[in-house]
């Protein structure tokens, strides 16, 4: 099985360089690194590795642009898509090709690096509306070819949920997705991952692109059900609990917590209406009025190493 490898990424030379080294140790088919407006020399640093089969130039920061913008360039039977702050570990690409023998969709554990040893996350999984959902992990995942091209790839209206926007619509579809645990990479204790290359910088989530995020998605992907409210309402519900402590601890300022909840409120009800909008565009189950087959390609320059 033929594996491209895409790399989003947006001013992480020093990491992506590792992330490279270690991909380039274990031989996948290509990798195609996708470079949103960095500023810290990426673009050259690239150009000067002889493992770096494509670079895509972008002038956009979402990371599912930079994703599709991969995809559309890939020549494998199956993608993969790994975060610059990761490096894979030795057993990562044999277990992906294993586990695409048998799904559409493979993901594995991310590891950090403590003081006490090694940590990492398990599989992760949720039934709404009847439909088990089988989330990847969007720094650490691989599709075939045909599971990408039958979701038509990534959502570009999302900055951040893209990768589970996916696992959604590859369970509409009854797409099989895989947690497997030798699909490892491996992240230093400080580093930071990045859920979107469109948020560069800050200190603190943005909690209006994330509730318009999740709102949207599960909008879109499930109409305007009680469930879906439900849902919303208890992530508001914890998150201001959560931050409510802070702010008693003082840890937190009482302004802070109020404009936090307005961005939360404006992003819900924002994204509800464009998910619900996205879902009368896009009837069929793939669910993707913003997909690969509606981009236009928004590369600034592409150097490809294999013409």
């Known amino acids: ?13 020093e990491r992506l360089a590792a ?16 470079n949103g407006p960095s500023a810290d020399g990426t673009s050259g640093m690239c150009r000067d590795r002889d493992d770096v089969d494509v670079l895509v130039e972008l002038d956009d920061r979402n990371v599912n642009v930079a994703r599709n913008a991969g995809v559309s360039r890939a020549r494998g039977d199956a993608v993969a898509f790994v975060s610059p702050e990761h490096g894979v570990e030795s057993g990562w690409l044999d277990a992906l090709r294993a586990g695409l023998a048998d799904a559409s969709a493979v993901t594995g ?13 398990g599989p992760e ?36 949920g893209g990768a589970r926007d996916a696992a959604h619509r ?15 990479v491996s992240r230093a204790d400080d580093a930071v991952a990045r859920p979107s290359v469109m948020t560069d910088g ?4 943005d909690w209006g692109w994330r509730y318009r995020s999740l709102a949207y998605r599960l909008t879109k992907n499930y109409g305007a059900r009680p469930t879906v409210l439900y ?35 404006l992003g819900s009800v924002g994204g509800g209406y464009r998910g619900l909008r996205a879902r009368w565009r896009d009837r069929s189950p793939r669910r993707n009025p913003a ?7 928004r590369a600034v320059a592409v150097y490809d190493r294999r013409e």
């Open 1 to 13: 099985m033929d594996v491209s490898v895409v790399v989003p990424t947006l001013n992480s030379r």
């Open 19 to 34: 992330c490279l080294d270690a991909l380039a140790a274990v031989g996948p088919t290509e990798t195609i690194v996708v």
């Open 109 to 121: 554990p991310v590891r950090r690096t403590l003081d006490v040893g090694w940590t990492a996350e």
């Open 125 to 160: 999984t949720r039934t709404i509306s009847g439909r088990n959902v089988h989330y990847v992990n969007g720094g650490n995942a691989a599709f075939t070819a045909d599971a990408l091209a039958a979701i038509d790839g990534f959502d570009e209206y999302l900055a951040v």
């Open 170 to 184: 590859l369970a509409a579809l009854d797409r099989t997705v895989s947690w497997l645990p030798d699909m490892a």
């Open 202 to 205: 800050g200190d603190g989530p």
């Open 231 to 265: 849902r919303v309402g208890r992530h508001a519900v914890g998150d201001a609990v959560e931050a409510a402590r802070d702010v008693v601890s003082g840890d937190g300022q009482p302004s802070r917590w109020v404009g936090n909840g307005r961005d939360v409120l």
């Open 291 to 297: 997909g690969l087959s509606a981009r236009t390609d």
